[in-house]
């Protein structure tokens, strides 16, 4: 066993021993940053659904034209909804309101880090969105907001018409067992998010897109969720696209092509 693994097992054993939560260190990188107004407007979003004092998100203020639908956001690991406004800008020119949800801990939204509170939060606001717009919804998840996004959709009572994963995983645990093959990983991990299961029931399209070189979530994963996908279901990989650099591989051809496909109009594989 090399020196790398070994460090390894003692860094992850000491924090076992001294109660740590290996996990929310591994897989939660929130930001404590609020944007200034003048970011805001810079970005083309706003608070939703009101102000900073109870806000669950940000929400696209492009005036939208026979608005076909809104897409509810669920962003990656890292930073906040805030810095996620390319999504605003890449959906409202074809037609579709844009919300960004916000997770417990990120930005500055109270609550805890974790599956649990994530995915409740994310059905509370799904929840709150259908009441206020009649329009078609879905759901847009980007690589951990996939896993949101999927426990979010297990609520049967929730009014979603399609689901846009990008650059997803099957399981939680599956991603951590090819990155840790030589460790017991299983052990040590709080959350689960297992896609497979939470969208075994769900009813409407699926578009799952992969990137072909991604380096954090290997496309393998993509693949897995997708064979397991029983529903309405179609699969895009980005050519020579990373986890983080795919947006640049997307152009407005492709957004149309997912949303058409989730909407109901593009065709299945």
């Known amino acids: 066993m090399n020196r790398l693994k070994i460090n390894v097992i003692l860094i992850v054993s000491l924090m076992a021993l001294?109660?740590?939560?290996?996990?929310?260190?591994?897989?939660?990188?929130?930001?404590?940053?609020l944007p200034s107004a003048a970011e805001l407007a810079a970005a083309g979003i706003a608070f939703w659904p009101s102000g900073f004092a109870s806000y669950r998100g940000f929400i696209g203020t492009t005036e939208i034209r026979n608005v076909k639908g809104t897409v509810v956001v669920f962003h990656g690991n890292a930073g906040t909804a805030a810095d996620r406004a390319y999504y605003v800008k890449a959906l409202s020119p074809i037609g579709y309101r844009v919300i960004l949800a916000e997770y417990p801990g990120y930005g500055q939204r109270g609550g805890e880090l974790g599956e649990n509170a994530f995915v409740e939060d994310a059905q509370a606001t799904v929840r709150s969105i259908s009441e206020t717009y009649r329009e078609p919804l879905f759901l847009l998840?980007?690589?951990?907001?996939?896993?949101v996004a999927a426990g979010a959709a297990k609520d049967p009572s929730l009014?979603?018409?399609?689901?846009?994963?990008?650059?997803?995983?099957?399981?939680?645990?599956?991603?951590a067992k090819s990155t840790f093959p030589w460790f017991p990983v299983g052990l040590l991990m709080k959350d689960k998010y297992d896609s497979v299961a939470n969208l075994k029931s769900f009813r409407g399209r699926i578009a799952v897109v992969g990137a072909e070189r991604d380096e954090i979530l290997p496309i393998r994963h993509a693949h897995a969720l997708y064979q397991s996908l029983t529903g309405d279901k179609k699969m895009w990989t980005l050519k020579g696209a990373g986890h983080n650099d795919w947006p640049m591989v997307v152009d407005v051809s492709k957004w149309r092509e997912f949303m058409d496909f989730v909407g109901g109009g593009g065709e299945l594989s």
Do not use: F, K
């Open 141 to 147: 998840g980007e690589s951990l907001g996939c896993a």
């Open 18 to 33: 001294t109660g740590c939560n290996l996990q929310t260190h591994m897989l939660y990188y929130p930001s404590p940053h």
């Open 159 to 175: 009014r979603i018409d399609g689901i846009l994963l990008i650059t997803p995983w099957d399981t939680l645990l599956a991603v």
